[in-house]
């Protein structure tokens, strides 16, 4: 396990059920990430704007958590894990 993940001590959840970015274009997502940083919702990368990746690229905030209901799991970008 990566050190960003074995840092995570608690998940946090999604404040909504709407990727934030997508909200303010009207666009659509397929699925929701929550941002282990700063708690943002953004798409995953099947979604046609890709806005968790693009955040975490753009903030250097690595770890994200699936906002999906029912799924319970992290990922690391930098570590690709």
Known sequence: MCPHLEAIESILPP?????????????SWVHLRTCQTCGATLCCDSS????????????????????EPGERWLYCFPDDA
């Open 48 to 67: 046609p704007n890709r806005h968790a990746s693009k955040h975490a690229r753009a903030s250097s905030h690595p770890v994200i958590a699936s906002a």
């Open 15 to 27: 404040k909504a059920r709407v990727c934030e970015e997508c909200a303010k274009t009207g666009s």
